[in-house]
Antibody
Framework: EVQLVESGGGLVQPGGSLRLSCAAS????????MTWVRQAPGMGLEWVSA????????HYGDSVQGRFTVSRDNSKNTLYLQMNSLRAEDTAVYYC???????????????WGQGTMVTVSS | EIVLTQSPVTLSLSPGERATLSCRAS??????LAWYQQKPGQAPRLLIY???NRATGIPARFSGSGSGTDFTLTISSLEPEDFAVYYC????????FGPGTKVDIK
């Protein structure tokens, strides 16, 4: 079964850091670009970051540029999102998702994880 | 940044009726548009990619059309499980999503 499972969410104080993980299974992880999308409570979807299948190309939304870092370990079939200098407005469910076509970094997303909640509050 | 606008905000319909959802882009995005369905507490599900192609396992009652700046998602006959929020997303540039259309039961 093709699956993505996020972990690492939780409660963190403003200014703090958190690292999210996304474990992939059921497909050849190293051949797909991956992305992070978030959804604040009661709100719509916001694209956060993307990384090409080989890890050589990364991109970020304006709201997280300079604070978040996306990476991947293809030997462990795992995607990461390092989040630093967290703000209250980063509070959201964070989803990892697979790019449909594989190597295309800006793509439609055909497989999604169940999401992990990040709450930034004092 | 390419801005997507969706209309209506809410669509109130009965099972069996036809639903027509609109998505408009702030500039031309060719056919680089996808549609997703999201139910409460669940992750989004890809319905349509590249404006008119159904994703794997998506029923034929879902169809997409459009190019350039104007796109439509049509659900030909609403089933009870289709009442949800629908988002469009463009990939012509870095991805952006529309604000969503909620399809609820009349």
């Amino acid at each position: 079964e093709v699956q993505l499972v996020e972990s690492g969410g939780g409660l963190v104080q403003p200014g703090g850091s958190l690292r999210l993980s996304c474990a992939a299974s059921g497909f050849t992880f190293s051949t797909y670009s991956m992305t992070w999308v978030r959804q604040a409570p009661g709100m719509g979807l916001e694209w956060v970051s993307a990384i090409r299948n080989n890890g050589g190309d990364t991109h970020y939304g304006d709201s997280v540029q300079g604070r978040f870092t996306v990476s991947r370990d293809n030997s462990k079939n795992t995607l990461y999102l390092q989040m630093n200098s967290l703000r209250a407005e980063d509070t959201a469910v964070y989803y990892c998702a697979r790019g449909r076509q594989g190597h295309i970094i800006s793509d439609a997303f055909d497989i999604w994880g169940q999401g992990t909640m990040v709450t930034v509050s004092s | 940044e390419i801005v997507l606008t969706q209309s209506p905000v809410t669509l109130s319909l009965s099972p069996g009726e036809r639903a027509t959802l609109s998505c408009r882009a702030s500039q031309s995005i060719s056919t680089y548009l996808a549609w997703y369905q999201q139910k409460p507490g669940q992750a989004p599900r890809l319905l349509i990619y590249d404006a008119s192609n159904r994703a794997t396992g998506i029923p034929a009652r879902f169809s997409g059309s459009g190019s350039g700046t104007d796109f439509t998602l049509t659900i030909s006959s609403l089933e009870p499980e289709d009442f949800a929020v629908y988002y469009c997303q463009q990939r012509n540039n870095w991805p952006t999503f529309g604000p969503g259309t909620k399809v609820d039961i009349k």
